[in-house]
């Protein structure tokens, strides 16, 4: 599914009307209907408020508004401004909903007043006061709409966009709604997976409002993948299969002060499909590595004081040569002696690399990069020193900051976090939509940087393995919430355990949904009959 920026379903709805020929008033009805539907979700019978502003945001609700009545709710229609101030679209649909009888406060009524100095309670609530082109905070008789919706006990179902939010950033400067359900248009937006817009819009859909499949089907610089893309792309064995052609996998981490680091990493490259799986460490953390992981051969290191000792580079190049990918970073520590260790270990190995945690640390203060194919997959600290500004910026803006990482580095990067980013050079952003905040505990990390270098070993593009991994790794952690039934709580080592149950439970999700979009049909045709 293509995701847009606000300019860019701009654009969408230009083309839509001027080059297929589609009434932007009928977009605007389909839209409305997409809205009724989510409202129907939250009730199937009451009393809606809908807020609505001046623009084509206030047609859609006013448009819902009517679609509502019709249906049997009792809708009252707060707008924002007087109907003089309505033009195109908007006064359109002003104009029809007041005909079929809803009814509309506008701000010069009294009873509008009354109304918000009263207002009563409602089974739902629609927010169609601004939509995606606004920008700023909300001000004026808008930000008093938005205060009154979020003070009434009423769920809130948003038109396209929350009110108050940046539809690029998700960042909301000022007052915002905070809905429990948002209907959104045509396509994905960059505000659903970001900052504010992470909690303010609540459960999200995205409504068919009717654009040609050949329009959106390379819109926009964004994309998720969907099961199908996924399944595709997980590791898979036949009976020709051995641990040599299944991916050999060199994890290179661990130090004394944290030998579990390279027991997660060495999990979550077994457990996502890995055929052999070495690991290159200090003693300290090769003990640890014995004792949960009997199945990995191990590589021992020189240290110095527990941290890996520069000239450990020299028997991890050796290793490496027998191997398919190397992962490297977590649990090295931040001591001088891992800098240089790094510094000689990117300059003698070219090689299909994950880079994470430590090594990240130290990649800014190298001259050296690593040789041959990387993936990064720094969390918004780590881009932070990446790239030179601070986390609040890089958080700010996500999709802007994963692509100049990717194009500073000239690698691909996997920013972490809340709907993982993946970027390469040139290559339009992927949104991993798989995980929850289960997965927020130490070490997860280190599973799926482990699972990344699974994929990688196995010969796949950079940028496609580490979306294929991600996919995984958060829909893993999904597993284990449901098994679960809890947001925190989860071990590092149990996501890694459910790693070898995605496929599956992936398949069976694809399979459930093809069976009732035929019994759908199905009904649909027995009813014709």
Same mark, same amino acid.
């Given at each position: ?322 191997c398919d990918s190397v992962a490297v970073g977590p649990g090295l520590g931040r001591e001088p002696c891992v800098r240089d ?124 393995? /580490?979306? +294929?991994? !991600?996919?995984?790794?958060? $829909? *893993?952690?999904? @597993? =284990? ?5 809890? #947001? /925190?709580? +989860?071990? !590092?080592?149990?996501?890694? $355990? *459910?790693?070898? @149950? =995605? ?5 069976? #999700? ?20």
């Amino acid at each position: 599914m293509r995701i847009v920026t606000a300019a860019e379903m701009k654009e969408l709805d230009r083309r839509a009307i001027e080059e297929y020929g589609i009434p932007s008033l009928d977009l605007m009805e389909k839209a409305a209907t997409c809205l009724v539907r989510a409202v129907m979700d939250e009730a199937d019978e009451g009393s809606v408020l809908a807020l609505c502003g001046p623009g084509n945001n206030g047609g859609d609700g006013l448009a819902a508004a009517r679609m509502l009545v019709a249906e049997g709710f009792a809708v009252t229609v707060l707008l924002a401004a007087p109907p003089t101030k309505l033009t195109g679209d908007a006064l359109a649909q002003y104009r029809i909903a007041v005909e079929s009888g809803v009814r509309v406060l506008s701000v010069e009524d009294k009873e509008y007043e009354r109304l918000l100095e009263s207002p009563g309670e409602w089974d739902v609530v629609v927010d169609a006061l601004l939509g995606t082109g606004a920008r700023g905070a909300p001000a004026g008789e808008i930000e008093r709409l938005v205060s009154l919706a979020n003070s009434l006990p009423s769920p809130t179902v948003s038109a396209d966009i929350p009110t108050g939010l940046d539809c690029d950033t998700g960042v909301a400067e000022g007052a915002h709604i905070l809905a429990e359900r948002t209907m959104t248009f045509g396509l994905p937006k960059p505000f659903l997976f970001q900052n504010d817009g992470l909690f303010a819009s609540g459960e999200w859909f995205v409504g068919d409002i009717g654009f040609p499949e050949e329009l959106v089907e390379n819109a926009g610089n964004a994309w998720m993948p969907d099961e199908m893309w996924a399944m595709g792309r997980f590791p898979t064995r036949t009976r020709l299969s051995h641990k040599r052609n299944s991916g050999v996998v060199l994890v290179v981490a661990g130090s004394a002060a944290f030998p579990g680091a390279a027991v997660l990493t060495a999990q979550g490259a077994l457990r996502s499909g890995a055929g052999l799986v070495l690991v290159a460490s200090v003693p300290e953390a090769l003990d640890a590595v014995k004792a949960h992981l009997p199945e990995c051969p191990l590589v021992a290191l020189p240290s110095q004081d527990g941290w890996m000792a520069p000239d450990a580079a020299d028997t991890v190049a050796a290793a490496a040569e027998r191997c398919d990918s190397v992962a490297v970073g977590p649990g090295l520590g931040r001591e001088p002696c891992v800098r240089d260790f790094l510094k000689r270990l990117f300059s003698a190995v070219e090689t299909r690399w994950v880079v994470d945690a430590d090594a990240l640390f130290w990649l800014p203060e190298l001259k050296t990069r690593p040789r041959g194919v990387a993936v990064l997959t720094p969390h918004e600290g780590e881009a932070a020193r990446l790239s030179g500004l601070s986390a609040d910026a890089i958080r700010a803006a996500r999709f802007a900051s994963v692509r100049t990482l990717a194009e500073k580095y000239d690698q691909t990067v996997l920013l972490k976090g809340a709907y993982s980013l993946i970027a390469s050079p040139g290559s339009d952003i992927a949104v991993n939509p798989t995980g929850n905040p289960i997965l927020a505990t130490g070490g997860t990390g280190d599973v799926l940087t482990g699972a990344i270098a699974t994929f990688l070993a196995l010969g796949g593009p950079p940028y496609e393995t /580490a979306l +294929a991994a !991600a996919y995984m790794h958060g $829909a *893993a952690g999904d @597993l =284990v919430a449901d098994e679960l039934d809890a #947001s /925190a709580g +989860a071990l !590092a080592s149990e996501i890694a $355990a *459910a790693l070898p @149950l =995605v496929p599956s439970a992936v398949f069976d #999700s694809m399979s459930s949904k093809i069976l009732g979009d035929n019994l759908e049909f199905d009904e649909e045709d027995d009813s014709e009959d």
